[in-house]
């Protein structure tokens, strides 16, 4: 196979992923994130009817008997609905809205609750710092992790590729305004191990290529080390988003936005795979010298 | 001999792959419906006659049903057909009555010689099973207070006894204020403190007038008293749960002062709110002066002894609420008693109403809510109706010796009167407030429904990996598809080794397993291709490939092992199940994806003369 000159189009490929970052950045800054039930607190009905029915209707009842901030939508089919309010929840908060929604319906439209979430709002703000919480310890392990088993400025392409990843799923999130709940949160910190995954395996061939070859800089050395990556790359990537792409279309409502979230840090994890981790690399100026085994260390460990 | 394993190796592999499929069989075999059945009142035994007439009662409405069997008390009565569980619960339940709580249950099939394994099916959870959620929080700002406001009525009491002079106790905010007359008295008290109450770090403070000493409760006792506080709540949630009739519930602590509750099949969270959140259920009452209007007292029956009853009260000196502890010990005589501790307020009323009532009697009643169903004949139809009743009965009839305060003993007690009694203050008793924090309820249907997606995306994803194996690197695709089955045996068996719970983020974390778990054989691939093409013979290709990839995939999968583990230990709830089944996927693909394929690869090609591999690209 002919080889690619990956590293030529590098200056394009930090200029977008720039303006992406930048954008993902910029949009969660303007137009925030639309953070689902599990963060916000307040209540979640889910309501199965027998026929479909108008959202508009529903909202309009709800809010003529009085709930606050209600936002209706359907929920994977037609006759499936899901309504939140900030209403604090009660015993029998559930029962009530039911009665309230069937008055409105014709006879033979019949309505069930299929499910009932509440939650505080002290509880979602805690979930939301855990979140975060879990996420900045995801990358500061990961950091001093490749640092000790390859070497300071690896860590810093890794995580440089992780934070680009993470952020751009994000942004895209904050652009389309999904909703972000505590499964994309997981899918989020999903994105960060198999994006690792792949920037680890690219590094790792960086290295090995840096002690063996001899001739060309380090641009040539990357270079050859993304090529021989390069089928096993798309070969994963294909695997991993052949299963999302089965758990979104089959998977259900419920994990949809996970399998969503996912599926953009697939993408966008075997792009900065080859791009970002590689581009700061070079930025940092990567040399042999850097990945020689350190022959003299045991004797300076020895020392008393 | 290059690429062979020895005959060691393989068995070891055979027997991995044996105990693997042992343990992940027991989900194989869907579980029977079934009906519960559980004496309502805890310790009574299921009697041959009443699983007689549960027998006659199925057997009366034409359901057939199979394996009954008693474990603890309880009766399990498997049905043959799903749509027969209401019914069944129905007419047992009204055959039985109210001295039996009824409910729906889904019995494992697993074979005995499985189960003699210890072998068991995954448990599913909520949102799998359907069922209600709950997670509830200890008040400890309030909980404290009433610790400081406690200690405040007991230093009062101490220091008159110990003869040493006080101004006043204050309590403010989370420590007590005590001053003195002057510096004397004050290191006095200091060294009475030292002895006696090693929980309080002590500050001297002098103001203008007053010589003070600033009490403040350590850290440790802190911690301790707020790790009692949540225990205490446990065992009581617990107590109220089994009062719920609920085949399998959990309840346990998650963090510092929550407990979580999960109730699987429990549709009605009207219901087990309240049984859960239930305030009094002890009542404190004096018993009735002889002659005393019958409009001011109540007759109440004792709890052990039917026939015997006793007259009471109607006023409540205080309930189940403020005891914030009750044990079982023994007085200076050895003779058994119980010592009861009541929160401030609890406290005060005690002392303000036993201190004109000494040598009078005082009783404990147990409140107890029951469900009765009773049944009407609407419009020649019968409608079941269960109503809530409450039923109290006297627990303990003791006379009162001296004035009691917010803690005190009864005596005159058999041994095991007292522990029963010291139990059941216990268990009517939250030692903290506690209110929901959230809530969370699925409906049986969408369970099922989210089981079905989430075995169909498993099923299609896993059936599209296969065949891009396959296509990619034939002969060799074909070694990893076997492997990647075997993975997920493994993972299964795993999950249900460990007792895990399979959610439907832990399906998608299964999933993600598949799509992830070839990587490591892609790459160990990628690599032979290579070796190949730089001419190497098949045979070196095969090990120089396995050797060289060894350390990427070993590198890969432990940063992405630790990710996860920082999921589990950070998460909860879908993060966590999610965590799970990631990190056991990433343990057993190591296993299948390296010393599997090898093995399986070395069985094919190993130790002969080979002119070429089928792995696919152009060699």
Known sequence: MKQLDFMKARGIAMALSLILVLGSIGSIATQGLNLGLDFTGGTLLEVQYDQPVALQGVTDVLEGAGYRDVTVQNFGSETDVLVRMSEAFRDDLGLEVLEVLRQQLPEDNQIRLERSEFVGSQVGEELRDEGGLALLMALAVVMIYVAVRFQFKFSVGAVAALFHDVVIVVGLFSLFQWEFDLNVLAALLAVIGYSLNDTIVVSDRIRENFRIVRRGGAIDVINESLNNTLGRTLMTSLTTALVLFALMIFGGEMIHGFAVALMIGVLVGTYSSIYVAANILLLMNISREDLMPPELEEEVDDRP | MLNKYPLWKNLLIALVLVISALYAAPNLYPPDPAIQVTPARAGAEMSEATLGSIRQTLTDAGLEFFGEEVNDGTALFRLQRTADQLPAKAAVQRALGDEFVVALNLAPTTPDWLLSLGAGPMTLGLDLSGGVHFLMEVDMDEYMANKVANYRQELRTRLRQEDIRYRR???????????????????????????????????????????????????????????????????????????????????????????????????????????????????????????????????????????????????????????????????????????????????????????????????????????????????????????????????????????????????????????????????????????????????????????????????????????????????????????????????????????????????????????????????????????????????????????????????????????????????????????????????????????????????????????????????
């Open chain 2, 169 to 619: 106790i204050q309590v403010d905010g989370d420590y007590l204020r005590l001053s003195f007359e002057d510096a004397a008295t004050r290191d006095e008290a200091d060294n009475f403190f030292i002895r006696e109450y090693p929980e309080f770090a002590r500050v001297s403070e002098d103001s203008a007038e007053f010589f003070d000493l600033k009490l403040r409760m350590t850290e440790e006792q802190v911690k301790t008293y707020q790790d009692y506080a949540v225990k205490q709540n446990l065992t009581t949630i617990r107590n109220r749960v089994n009062e719920l009739g609920v085949a399998e519930p959990l309840v346990q602590r998650q963090g510092r002062n929550r407990i979580v509750v999960q109730l699987p099949g429990v549709q009605d969270t009207a219901e087990a709110k309240k049984i859960l959140g239930k305030a009094a259920n002890l009542e404190f009452r004096l018993e009735a002066k002889p002659g005393a209007s019958r409009f001011a007292t109540e007759e109440y029956p004792f709890r052990n002894d039917e026939f015997r009853t006793a007259r009471l009260e109607k006023i409540v000196i205080t309930t189940g609420d403020s005891v914030t502890n009750a044990r079982s010990a023994f007085d200076e005589n050895g003779m058994p008693q119980v010592n009861i501790d009541l929160d401030a307020k609890g406290g005060a009323r005690m002392t303000q109403v036993t201190r004109e009532a000494v040598q009078r009697r005082m009783a404990v009643l147990f409140v107890e809510r029951k469900p009765k169903t009773t049944y009407e004949m609407v419009d020649g139809e019968e409608v079941t109706k269960t109503v809530q009743i409450t039923e109290k009965s006297i627990i303990s009839l003791a006379t009162i010796q001296t004035t009691l305060g917010s803690s005190f003993r009864i005596t005159g007690l058999q041994a095991a009167e007292a522990s029963e009694l010291a139990l059941l203050l216990r268990s009517g008793a939250l030692a903290a407030p506690m209110y929901f924090v959230e809530e969370r309820t699925v409906g049986p249907s969408l369970g099922k429904e989210n089981i079905e997606m989430g075995v169909q995306s498993v099923l299609v994803g896993l059936a599209l990996v296969l065949v891009a194996m396959l296509v990619f690197y034939r002969a060799f695709g074909l070694m990893a598809n076997i492997a990647l089955l075997v993975n997920i045996v493994m993972l299964v068996a795993l999950m249900s080794i460990v007792g895990a719970t399979l959610t439907l983020p832990g399906i998608a974390g299964i999933v993600l397993t598949v799509g992830m778990a070839v990587d490591a054989n892609v790459l160990i691939f990628a690599r032979i291709r290579e070796e190949l093409k730089n001419g190497r013979s098949p045979q070196q290709a095969i090990h120089e490939g396995y050797n060289r990839a060894f350390v990427t995939i070993l590198d890969a999968n432990l940063t992405t092992l630790l990710v996860a583990v920082i999921l589990f230990a950070a998460g909860t709830g879908p993060v966590k199940g999610f965590a799970v089944t990631l990190s056991f996927g990433i343990l057993t693909s190591m296993f299948t994806a390296i010393v599997l394929t090898r093995a399986m690869v070395n069985l094919v090609y190993g130790g002969r003369r080979l002119e070429s591999l089928s792995i696919g690209g152009r060699v």
